[in-house]
């Protein structure tokens, strides 16, 4: 319902100064990003992780083959981050955007206010567009970069693994039969049953231990998978 609204807002928009303005000059009045349910917004505009994956549709007159578009967080865009702009149908008012999300330079959650800049073949500076909330993002640097997420999610899965060993290996011996090995095996049956008898003697709290740890583990694994897709 929100997508709905905010499309229809666009289109009267684009409207209403499509009458006001007919010079040749490309303009942009708005971006929407693509296959974003459910995501975070912040004053009104998208938010989005560092060194992200994102597409949008960007609304605007006079957009062709010769305009490039890129975001900046200087107001005057004297550093641009540019993107790929592939223009949609022959009128020149719809094109798909898509861009990775630069580093902020700044700390950590600290949410950077993007806008979006323009330029063509005739006007070789980039000029920013008209700032609100339709043409503005906002990027962040998230404490945990992809690399650390698939190391947690590796470990994570590792320790679960060797979890579920234990649990079938060790609460699968039986205590008469490591006093038998401990008494008439061979001298290394002897050896293993003695290091393991003390802990088989703590048979619940170690069931406990084991369990906790997988669960933990599998609960960890989740919602790293999750942050990380």
């Not at 289109?11 to 010079?23: G, K, L, N, P, T």
């Not at 971006?31 to 505009?45: A, H, W």
Request: net charge negative; proline share 4%; charged share 20%.
């Amino acid at each position: 319902m929100f997508h709905l609204k905010t499309l229809l807002l666009f289109y009267i928009v684009y409207f209403v100064r499509a009458i006001e303005d007919s010079s040749d000059e490309p303009v942009i009045y708005g971006i929407i990003p693509l296959n974003r349910d459910g995501e975070p917004y912040f004053n009104g505009s998208p938010l989005f992780p560092s060194h992200d994956f994102v597409k949008f549709v960007v609304f605007g007159d006079n957009l062709d083959e010769n305009v490039r578009v890129g975001i900046s967080k200087e107001t005057n865009c004297e550093y641009v981050e540019p993107s790929e702009l592939t223009v949609q149908g022959s009128g020149g008012h719809h094109a798909v955007m898509s861009l990775i999300t630069p580093d902020t330079g700044e700390s950590y959650l600290k949410n950077v206010q993007y806008y979006v800049c323009i330029r063509d073949h005739v006007n070789q500076i980039w000029i920013r567009q008209e700032i609100n909330d339709t043409n503005t993002l906002y990027v962040y640097k998230p404490v945990l970069t992809s690399v650390v997420y698939i190391l947690i999610i590796v470990f994570c899965f590792s320790l679960s693994s060797l979890m579920s060993g234990l649990n079938i290996g060790l609460m699968s011996l039986d205590l008469k039969e490591l006093h038998l090995l401990k008494n008439a095996g061979t001298s290394l049956e002897r050896r293993y049953a003695r290091k393991i008898i003390p802990v088989r003697r703590n048979g619940n709290f170690l069931l406990c231990s084991i369990l906790i740890t997988s669960t933990l583990c599998n609960s960890v694994a989740t919602v790293s998978i999750d942050n990380f897709v």
